[in-house]
């Protein structure tokens, strides 16, 4: 009697145990479910920013830039404005299709040049961002075959580790790229882009992340270029997402403006 | 109301502008009547005391040295260059700029003009076989004063259905680099196709219809309507290309060495795109300019550009101009002082210009401007390094090396150098 009660109160324990072990399984999130809900908060309907970046070059010398930043349609269309220092005030980018359109402004010609998307990976005023860095929204998603490796710890919290491997066909900005998504509400923390080579050639560190109008926001945005020793702090200084652009805002005549 | 009483203030404004800046192009000798610039005075005084953005200077500081090896004579020129930007935003969609130029010229400020052109075409102008040797002359001073200017002076407003534009301006047509042949505004220096160009005086008016679509009017006075520029460009985008078709007229004007100037009326129909196929930067602009009195001529513009992996980037443009010479021994006295004075795009017909940058850091780059006449067989050639010594700081030094027989084009010149130091505040 005794043995049958203990057979049955191990079965029930291995049935606990298994029905939870599966339930576990099942929330496992994959790799492209969470860069769906990374790009879902990364990407907001629209925003507009004043930044202020630091560069710090190989040689170890900073040059600051600030600049006001808009983007809508989820990060599709971007546009950007030099305000500091004097020699890039006033210069402008338009970005549009996830930077494959790009137009810049040049406010001492009054000039303004449509680029070839041949030169969307080409640093931006020399930091280590790419016009495809700043202006591809929310392209990541469809650019990309994501898949989950795991858990890892990072600055303290629990993180999925991702690994994206663009699609080929699609002409992704990067070859492969390694995430680290925060759990709690997956946010990235730190992004690893690799070359052609299969070598790390820059890493983007987020952090100071602070709710902002109800969206989680990196106010610090780091990128470490590993391949040129150099890297790029951009600062937020002020952000809101309560922002509609105007009508036409994305256009030729907001960047004379 | 406030918004209306704004705009009805803003549009008071500008017509007030537009009439005396009318009047002042056309007649610049009349006494204007007092009301009008009260107006001005009192709404521009309106709008400014409403202002909350502090009027803002900036500018940069230019220093240039030239040395220059041309008909066995070494020349060294250079100058010292400030300008000063001021501008000013009454209210978030109204402009008020203007920029002060001070010039001041160094080491040789007159050069012969005479030993920049082949002795085959001043000679029957200076030294004719007719009249005895004593009479002969063999200069041609081209002397550069010190001057004190302001370049730009406009007020720009922008409204939802449209932004005007009035007073001197800088006006950038065309989507070509290094010539642009809708633009009947401006000229490039050969060595400097970026460098800002002087104001117009002009009213332009552009209306969007859409991101992408607009039409642009320009309307540059001069001393009545017939002999004032117009110019009409409707602009638009299809797929990753720009679209832009022009209509111009004006009364074109060109140095004449014994009549000082020749005028013709000139009507320009032109067109320009500006895209790309697989990353490959593609361009064009292209324009048939009917001369009344003179021949009808066109020019196009070919152009393509590609930037590699690495930084590197390429550019290439070819031009045709049908109103230049196919033949060297045609170019007389008066097409090279045109052609300085920036009133014709080239001597001759054809030509190339080729661009390679390379980023060696992030502070240094690497250049090289080639410009090829292909009508003469001649070659300027132009390493250029530029680096970032500061923030807001930049040095450049700029080699010159020429190819070519001695009646041609660049071969003419031995070889040049020249270094630019330019500081933004």
Redesign the interface.
Same mark, same amino acid.
């Given at each position: 009697m005794i043995n049958k009660m203990l057979i049955r109160r191990i079965h029930t324990v291995f049935l606990i145990f298994s029905i939870s072990m599966l339930s576990a399984q099942e929330a496992i999130p994959t790799g492209d479910e969470l860069i769906e809900k990374m790009t879902a908060i990364m990407s907001q309907e629209a925003s507009k920013a004043l930044i202020q970046q630091v560069?710090t070059? %190989?040689?170890g010398?900073e040059?600051?830039f600030e600049f006001e930043m808009f983007t809508a349609d989820e990060g599709e269309k971007t546009l950007m404005r030099y305000l500091k220092? %004097?020699?890039a @005030?006033g210069q402008a980018f338009l970005m549009l299709n996830n930077a494959?359109?790009i137009w810049t402004y040049?406010p001492?010609?009054?000039?303004v040049?449509?680029?070839? %998307?041949?030169?969307k990976?080409? @640093?931006v005023q020399?930091s280590d961002f790419s016009y495809e860095d700043l202006g591809s929204g929310d392209a990541w998603k469809n650019e990309y075959v994501s898949t989950n490796l795991g858990q890892e710890k990072y600055a303290g919290g629990d993180c999925w580790k991702v690994e994206s491997i663009g699609i080929l066909e699609k002409d992704p900005a990067y070859p492969k790229m390694i995430v680290l998504v925060r759990q709690s509400d997956f946010y990235p923390l730190s992004i690893d882009y690799y070359d052609d080579n299969g070598n790390i050639e820059k890493t983007l560190i987020l952090s100071n992340i602070e709710i902002v109008e109800g969206i989680p926001t990196a106010l610090k945005m780091q990128m470490v270029n590993h391949a040129?020793g150099?890297a790029t702090l951009m600062k937020t200084i002020s952000i809101t997402y309560d922002w509609a652009p105007p009508d036409?805002f994305? %256009?030729?005549?907001t960047l004379r403006? | 109301m406030r918004k209306l009483i704004k705009n009805i203030l803003l549009l008071s404004i500008i017509t007030n502008f537009s009439i005396l800046f009318t009047l002042f192009s056309c007649f610049p000798n009349i006494l204007i009547p007092r009301s009008p610039n009260l107006t001005i005075l009192q709404s521009t005084n309106i709008l400014i005391a409403q202002s909350t953005n502090p009027l803002s200077f900036?500018g940069?500081y230019e220093g240039e040295f030239d040395q220059v090896r041309v008909s066995d004579a070494t020349y060294n020129y250079g100058y010292n260059k400030l300008r000063l930007d001021l501008e000013e935003n009454p209210d978030e969609n109204v402009t008020i700029a203007a920029n002060l130029n001070i010039l001041k010229y160094d080491n040789n400020t007159t050069l012969n003009l005479l030993d920049f052109l082949p002795k085959s075409i001043w000679k029957p102008i200076f030294q004719p076989e007719e009249l005895p040797e004593e009479n002969w002359l063999d200069e041609f001073p081209l002397t550069f004063s010190d001057t004190l200017y302001l370049d730009n002076i406009y007020l720009r407003a922008?409204f939802k259905k449209f =932004?005007i534009t009035v007073g001197k +301006? &800088?006006? $950038?047509l065309g989507?070509g680099y290094a010539w642009n042949p809708i633009d009947i505004f401006n000229f490039k220096q050969l060595l400097d196709p970026?460098?800002? +160009?002087t104001g117009v005086n002009a009213i332009r008016l552009?209306v969007?219809f /859409? $991101?992408?679509t /607009?039409l642009d009017m320009i309307y540059s006075p001069n001393i009545d309507f017939d002999n004032s520029a117009k110019m009409l460009q409707l602009?638009t985008g299809i797929g $990753?290309f720009?679209l832009i078709g022009s209509l111009a007229q004006y009364n074109w004007i060109r140095t004449d060495f014994v009549l000082g100037e020749i005028k013709n009326e000139r009507n320009l129909i032109g067109g320009a795109f500006? /895209?790309?196929i697989a990353?490959? /930067?593609l361009w064009a602009e292209g324009a048939w300019n009917q001369l009344e009195g003179n021949e009808n001529f066109s020019e196009l513009v070919i152009g393509s =550009?590609?930037?590699?992996?690495n930084?590197l980037?390429i550019l290439m443009e070819y031009l045709y101009n049908q109103n230049g010479v196919s033949d060297f021994e045609k170019i007389d006295f008066n097409r090279f002082l045109q052609y300085f004075n920036g009133e014709i795009h080239s001597l001759m017909q054809q030509y190339v210009f080729n661009y390679i940058n390379y980023?060696l #850091?992030?502070?240094v780059q690497l250049s090289f401007l080639n410009y090829a006449n292909l009508s003469d067989n001649s070659i300027a050639i132009n390493p250029q390094i530029t680096w970032?010594a500061f &923030?807001?700081v #930049?040095v450049s030094f700029m080699g010159n090396y020429f190819i070519g027989e001695d009646d041609t084009e660049f071969g003419l010149q031995d070889w040049g150098w020249r270094i630019r130091i330019r500081g933004?505040?």
């Open positions: 560069i070059t %190989s040689s010398r040059r600051t220092p %004097s020699a @005030k494959d359109d040049f001492r010609t009054k000039r040049r449509k680029l070839a %998307s041949s030169s990976n080409q @640093k020399g040129e150099s036409n994305f %256009s030729e005549r403006k | 900036f940069y922008n =932004d +301006q &800088q006006i $950038s989507t970026t460098y800002e +160009q552009e969007p /859409g $991101s992408r /607009g602009k $990753s720009d500006v /895209g790309e990353g490959i /930067g =550009d590609y930037t590699f992996e930084g980037y980023p #850091s992030d502070l970032e &923030q807001d #930049s933004y505040f």
